[in-house]
């Protein structure tokens, strides 16, 4: 998996490519905890590239959600395939996580 990070109008996008799984959601974990260390105050992951995710990708963004609410920060998903999608409305987590259709409407949020 690649990861691929810009700031977008003030937020800033990690783009992962290929699977999140236990292999490379430690990847995942350092990016997005990278940026809460800093106190980012709007993370926007775009899943637009990745094709699957499994348990340890998913724990990887609640650990990352968990620390932006500690200091008030926003986390938002986008670009989920309608696969992906379906496992955070199966889990319930899509009621947890703010998520957004495409990256125009997360920028615009």
């Not at 800033?12 to 106190?39: F, N």
């Amino acid at each position: 998996m690649d990861i691929s990070m810009e700031t977008v109008q003030g937020k800033m996008v990690i783009t992962p490519a290929g699977d999140v799984d236990m292999h490379s959601s430690p990847a995942l974990r350092e990016a997005i905890l990278g940026q809460t260390g800093q106190k980012a105050a709007a993370l926007i992951v775009d899943f637009s590239s990745v094709s699957y995710i499994d348990s340890s990708g998913i724990a990887t963004l609640v650990e990352g959600l968990k620390v932006m609410n500690t200091y008030g920060g926003r986390l938002q998903l986008t670009g989920m395939t309608e696969g992906i999608l379906e496992i955070f409305r199966f889990s319930k987590l899509d009621t947890i996580f703010e998520i957004c259709g495409d990256m125009s409407d997360a920028l615009g949020r």
